[in-house]
């Protein structure tokens, strides 16, 4: 058994790195694992472009220097706040250049277990090693809580996949390929298809697809960003108020903050993905898929509204993400029952911590307590500070943990 540490963060992606680059200037003792920056790496497709326009897709450090921006002015990449797409892959690197400016240590190994151990936790790695750490901050994402719907999930993985599968869109080049969903992952991963040879068509349940607007100018007229401001997650009060208050999200009745949380900016594409899908590639409103089978070395799919059939070589399920705790090994029955649910999810007080004293949850898991930010790297920021500072004990200790904080 090793010796005992202050603070484990799970957890290396965008929220991992943030809070370890915080934990580490405010000189708190801590062990971080993970791979990082690993869904990017190894569950988005080559090409890609981020949704979230450049000046909302900063890892956080205290100084705020480290930004994508700075990224991209070391390594003479085109930068624009607003406005100019960020590829895949200058994020992918933003994420290592931040490591590595901050000489943030990730030991690379999962975390495989975890036990109450009188005021800390017992953590066991992949690797064998067990120590125990006063409080642990889990970040894991959403790598855990892929979602296949049950109508397709009986069918062979060499003929369907979730989006989360491929980096390689070009592998289907010559084949016919459905993607079934309607968001920016569904949509982005259509133009690929077709752009890398595959004949693809979108199933979408929903009757209309929905666009994101041109962003709005930055300089524009006061009048008009009154009206409607900008913010990391987009446009208009409503995103405003999601983007920069989860503290006061998390005052909003549970049932309005469980909706929220699922439907705020709900599955649309991004404006300059547009023009590389309409009029390219078919995509099909109001289908939805009854049933699903394997037959002569194709998949065959029956849809509702139509009672119509498609089909195709392989299917790819663009169709996101279900937080679900029990889908995490690590997590002993034990620590799951005494955690307060919300959503689904762990619910977290003001300083993201549990109903299990001194275990912490960051990122997409905890958007029904903080909001859907959290979904987004733009909520990095503020859940490193805060989460930073109650570590630290800076915080006056004023923040409630999760089992008196909504009652
Ligand atoms: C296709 C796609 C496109 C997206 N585009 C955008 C975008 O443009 N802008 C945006 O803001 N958001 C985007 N998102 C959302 C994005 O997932 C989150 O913003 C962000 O990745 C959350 O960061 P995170 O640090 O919580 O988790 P992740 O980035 O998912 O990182 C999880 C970390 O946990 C580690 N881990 C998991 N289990 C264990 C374990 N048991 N032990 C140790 N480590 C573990 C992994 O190795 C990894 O390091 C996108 C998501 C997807 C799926």
Redesign the pocket.
């Known amino acids: 058994m090793s010796d005992v540490v202050d603070v484990a963060i799970?957890?290396?992606?965008?929220?991992?790195l943030s809070l370890a680059a915080h934990l580490r200037a405010a000189n708190v003792n801590y062990r971080h694992?993970?791979?990082?920056?690993?869904?990017?790496r190894g569950?988005?497709p080559q090409g890609?472009y981020?949704?979230?326009q450049g000046f909302?897709?900063n890892l956080s450090d205290p100084a705020g220097r480290h930004t994508l921006e700075a990224f991209c002015q070391a390594t003479s990449h085109p930068y624009q706040g607003y406005g100019l797409p960020v590829p895949l892959e200058n994020f992918v690197n933003y994420g290592q250049w931040f490591q590595s400016q901050l000489d943030l240590k990730v030991e690379e190994v999962?975390?495989?277990g975890m036990a109450r151990r009188g005021d800390g936790s017992g953590l066991t790695l992949a690797d064998g090693e067990e120590f125990v750490a006063r409080r642990v901050v889990v970040?894991?994402?959403?790598?855990?809580f892929a979602y296949l719907p049950q109508t397709l999930a009986g069918l062979p993985a060499s003929m369907c996949t979730h989006?989360?599968a491929h980096t390689d869109l070009a592998a289907f080049r010559g084949q016919q390929v459905v993607v079934v969903g309607a968001g920016?992952?569904a949509l982005e991963s259509a133009a690929l298809l077709h752009e890398n040879g595959a004949t693809v068509q979108v199933l979408a349940r929903r009757n209309v697809i929905g666009w994101n607007g041109q962003p709005l100018n930055p300089v524009r007229p006061l009048l008009q960003r009154l009206r409607e401001p900008e913010a990391g997650l987009g446009s208009g009060w409503s995103t405003w108020f999601y983007s920069n208050h989860p503290e006061l999200f998390r005052r909003l009745p549970q049932r309005t903050r469980v909706y929220r949380a699922r439907t705020a900016l709900g599955p649309a594409g991004a404006s300059w993905l547009r023009l590389r899908v309409e009029g390219q590639l078919p995509v099909r409103t109001g289908q939805t898929v009854t049933a699903a089978t394997a037959l002569d070395g194709k998949v065959q799919l029956t849809i509702a509204a139509s009672d119509g059939r498609v089909t195709a070589d392989h299917v790819i399920a663009a169709t996101g993400?279900r937080i679900d705790l029990n889908r995490l090994d690590?997590l002993p029955d034990a620590i799951r029952s005494s955690l307060r649910t919300v959503g689904g999810s762990a619910a977290v007080g003001g300083d993201y911590q549990s109903s299990v004293p001194g275990l912490y949850f960051?990122?997409?898991s905890v958007a029904p307590s903080m909001g859907p930010v959290m979904?987004?790297?733009?909520g990095?920021r503020h859940a490193a500070t805060t989460v930073s500072r109650a570590l630290a004990g800076v915080s006056g200790r004023t923040a409630s943990a999760a089992g008196t904080a909504d009652r």
């Open positions: 799970i957890g290396a992606g965008p929220y991992g694992f993970g791979v990082p920056m690993r869904l990017w569950a988005m890609m981020l949704k979230s909302a897709s999962f975390v495989t970040a894991i994402g959403v790598e855990h989006s989360s920016q992952s993400y690590f960051i990122g997409p979904r987004f790297v733009f990095a």
